[in-house]
Antibody
Framework: QVQLVQSGAEVKKPGASVKVSCKAS????????MHWVRQAPGQGLEWMGR????????NYAQKFQGRVTMTRDTSISTAYMELSRLRSDDTAVYYC???????????????????WGKGTTVTVSS | DIQMTQSPSSLSASVGDRVTITCRAS??????LNWYQQKPGKAPKLLIY???SLQSGVPSRFSGSGSGTDFTLTISSLQPEDFATYYC?????????FGQGTKLEIK
């Protein structure tokens, strides 16, 4: 079945880096963008950026520019999100999310996130 | 960057009620608007895409409308399983964004 399996919870100290993985199965990993979304405790969803698994091209939200790096390994259908210079307010659940098949509504294609990982909890604490 | 604003931030309603949540974009996004439902401790679930298209498997009591800058999500008759937080999200620009969420609570 279509699924995204994320790596396990992490505890990091301020100033460190964290790298979260997301392994896709059941659909064409290189077909469409993979997105990363985070959610701080009790807060809303925050879009961090996306990677084109085919080309490796990335787009990052301005808030994370310079601190986030998204990569992929197509041989194992896995995307990665690395966040550096961690602060306490980076404590959050980090989700990967993708689209299996976009909607073709003539004359356009519409994209969304219809497959999600279960989330990876990252705790930043001294 | 395009900003998304939802209202209200929270809403109390009863089973059987009709509820409407509003989402406004800071500039026109045509119909590139998606809605998600999230329950505590779970990943979000896609409900509506392209402003008004119902995702497969989602009950028909959910509907979406709007284009340009103003959008609505309507639940025609609330069921107990609908109490959750709802988010709009734009996919018009290269940099996507979510609204801040609307928490739907039981009255």
């Amino acid at each position: 079945q279509v699924q995204l399996v994320q790596s396990g919870a992490e505890v990091k100290k301020p100033g460190a880096s964290v790298k979260v993985s997301c392994k896709a199965s059941g659909y064409t990993f290189t077909g469409y963008y993979m997105h990363w979304v985070r959610q701080a405790p009790g807060q809303g969803l925050e879009w961090m950026g996306r990677i084109n698994p085919n080309s490796g091209g990335t787009n990052y939200a301005q808030k994370f520019q310079g601190r986030v790096t998204m990569t992929r390994d197509t041989s194992i259908s896995t995307a990665y999100m690395e966040l550096s210079r961690l602060r306490s307010d980076d404590t959050a659940v980090y989700y990967c999310a993708g689209v299996v098949v976009p909607a073709a509504i003539s004359p356009d294609y519409y994209y969304y996130m219809d497959v999600w990982g279960k989330g990876t909890t990252v705790t930043v604490s001294s | 960057d395009i900003q998304m604003t939802q209202s209200p931030s929270s809403l109390s309603a009863s089973v059987g009620d009709r509820v409407t949540i509003t989402c406004r974009a800071s500039q026109s996004i045509s119909s590139y608007l998606n809605w998600y439902q999230q329950k505590p401790g779970k990943a979000p679930k896609l409900l509506i895409y392209a402003a008004s298209s119902l995702q497969s498997g989602v009950p028909s009591r959910f509907s979406g409308s709007g284009s340009g800058t103003d959008f609505t999500l309507t639940i025609s008759s609330l069921q107990p399983e609908d109490f959750a937080t709802y988010y709009c999200q734009q996919s018009y620009s290269t940099l996507w964004a979510f609204g801040q969420g609307t928490k739907l609570e039981i009255k």
